[in-house]
């Protein structure tokens, strides 16, 4: 790539993050040998959201590699024990029980949270936290899981509750301060981290070969069409990838596969100006961002 | 060597398309142009123009920095801008405000209320995304901007809500829920003015069922002749906008107000202490 394609890129992406209305950050690179890379406000650091279930399935899957953890044990999740949320054993009312590696893939698969904090609660936090040293993510830091930050958020919002503080969240009208939106104090990653991360995953470089190809299998069942997916509307791709959402927070980090062409992965975290919960355009605009860097790289 | 007097002169060179003209533009005469433009691209190690009888042209390693060498030139040129509007500013603080703020409420943030014996207010209007842009480079000290807007590092206090009215044609007879009140296309002026606050309007607008879209007008001026004309609606937070055969229909700030936020750079203490005050004037004008 040339610099004044590099440069023309980069400018294509900040107009569509601004038409869009958000903030915005993206790494691309291919992962091939060599591969090149397009960024803008790559290095900058973001409150992850969902995302960390990412380096999180990474230190599960590195756990199972130490036999810490044997991924076909079961455990049953009681609903009084969950965090809640909208999908996955997050929004069912009875007992479940699962193997280990089926509650990993569901936390990605449909970034189940009661699934997630349950991993989280096996790998513990130091495990996260030594992956991502590990792995040299330098700018991303691991504070807890979802559990925590919702009892951040309802602490600091004075809610009561979390229903009641995401409800705030979604006003126009107001503005809603807590720290779990500030990067020093929450779970916080760049996207220049989290394509490094991709890449050792689709190395092989994280883990065994073995859970390396569990990891990216479940990142390519993400079921979530609207983001990274929507910038390849057509056949010949596959895209695996994990989504961030949390008030104005809207990320996915993810991998592009064209048919008999070298991987590229691809991280946007981005922060919407309007507080709604359902935002299209910008979804959109993540799909078309990553469209125009991966058409630079291919 | 002076690198951007190199890249000035190699950008002047390949616009004018002759050195004699491109001289003349600068203000210099040829010899020194000549020179300069090849010690600049002895610095790069490569030609960036190719010199023929019929003028220069550009070569592929020029063609393929030249977007570079512009970026270079208008930092430099922002940077310049910036250091004057430093020297400026030192006896007063620059407020930029959205033309959709009612004028007595503007021209009120260089009053008594804001502006203090030593320093003066400089108001300046420009769009939400203009204002942003200008607070980070340090041309403007305060912004009054729409929410929601993109504000990137720059800091601010909580939303300030100001009561709309909706401008239509006719009688002032209209009545009901906002889908009988608007029969017409809603005028709003440029969407890249702010992008979010614009799409948080038309999504609100479809929220009530109101279905004529928007309409991109210059200005609220303009806003005002289409619907007396009878081809448009309009919103207005000013409580004197208005025309004959034109009827005013109160909304209050639900669900349709006007949403401003007061910005400032992070850093700096002397805007932060003047963003409080416009903040504090915004909110005791807001007409009730």
């Given at each position: 790539m040339t610099p004044s394609t590099a440069a023309r890129v980069a400018t294509e992406v900040q107009e569509r993050f601004a038409s869009a209305g958000v903030r915005g950050c993206l790494h691309a690179r291919g992962l091939a040998e060599g591969g090149e890379e397009v960024r803008v406000d790559a290095d900058r650091p973001v409150v992850m959201a969902s995302v960390y279930k990412l380096p999180l399935l990474v230190a599960f899957a590195r756990a199972v590699d130490e036999r810490r953890l044997d991924p076909t044990a079961t455990v049953t999740l009681a609903p009084e024990d969950r965090t809640p949320g909208a999908t996955g054993i997050s929004a069912m009312v009875d007992p479940v029980t699962a193997s280990w590696r089926d509650l990993a893939r569901s936390m990605i698969a449909v970034s189940d949270n009661a699934a997630g904090d349950a991993v989280l609660d096996a790998v513990g936090l130091a495990g996260v936290r030594e992956t991502v040293a590990a792995l040299g993510l330098t700018s991303t830091r691991i504070d807890g899981g979802t559990r925590d930050v919702y009892r951040i958020l309802t602490d600091d919002t004075g809610a009561g509750d979390v229903a009641t503080a995401m409800e705030l969240l979604r006003d126009n009208d107001h503005l809603t301060h807590s720290r779990a939106f500030d990067p020093l104090l929450a779970s916080s990653t760049t996207a220049r981290d989290m394509t490094a991360l991709l890449a050792a995953v689709w190395a092989d470089r994280a883990s065994s070969a073995e859970q390396g190809a569990f990891m990216r299998s479940v990142l390519f069942q993400?079921?979530?069409?609207?983001?990274?997916?929507?910038?390849?509307?057509?056949?010949?791709v596959r895209v695996a990838g994990k989504t961030g959402t949390l008030g104005p927070l809207r990320h996915e980090v993810g991998v592009v596969h064209h048919r008999n062409e070298a991987p590229i992965a691809v991280a946007v975290l981005s922060e919407a100006a309007r507080a709604d919960p359902h935002q299209p355009r910008v979804d959109a605009a993540i799909g078309a961002v990553a469209a125009v860097a991966v058409a630079a790289l291919r | 060597m002076n690198l951007l007097r190199g890249a000035r002169f190699f950008l002047t060179v390949h616009e004018e398309g002759r050195f004699g003209r491109a001289a003349a533009r600068l203000g210099i005469t040829q010899p020194p142009l000549s020179q300069g433009l090849k010690r600049f691209e002895e610095s790069l190690g490569m030609t960036l123009l190719r010199r023929g009888s019929g003028g220069v042209s550009l070569t592929p390693a020029g063609a393929s920095l030249l977007p570079l060498v512009r970026a270079l030139l208008v930092a430099e040129d922002e940077l310049r801008s910036a250091a004057a509007g430093l020297a400026a500013a030192r006896s007063g603080v620059r407020v930029g405000v959205v033309p959709d703020v009612p004028v007595r409420v503007a021209a009120g943030l260089a009053g008594p209320d804001v502006a203090e014996p030593d320093a003066e207010v400089h108001l300046h209007t420009a769009s939400s995304t203009a204002i942003v842009e200008e607070v980070e480079r340090h041309r403007l000290d305060v912004g009054v901007i729409e929410h929601p807007?993109?504000?990137?590092d720059l800091v601010g206090g909580d939303v300030i809500l100001y009561p709309t009215w909706l401008l239509v044609s006719g009688d002032g007879s209209a009545d009901g829920p906002l889908r009988r009140l608007v029969t017409r296309p809603v005028a709003v002026t440029s969407?890249?003015?702010?992008p979010a606050a614009r799409d948080l309007l038309a999504d609100t607008l479809l929220q009530h069922g109101v279905n004529h879209g928007t309409l991109t007008v210059a200005d609220d001026r303009a806003a005002l002749a289409l619907v007396a004309a009878g081809r448009a609606c309009a919103l207005t937070a000013d409580p004197g906008a208005g025309a004959p055969g034109v009827a005013r229909v109160a909304l209050g700030v639900d669900p349709l107000p006007l949403r401003l936020r007061v910005v400032h750079r992070p850093d700096d203490e002397v805007a932060g202490v003047a963003a409080a005050r416009v903040e504090r004037h915004l909110r005791s004008a807001a007409p009730r």
């Open positions: 993400q079921i979530w069409p609207h983001r990274l997916s929507s910038g390849f509307p057509y056949g010949g | 807007t993109v504000v990137g969407r890249h003015d702010a």
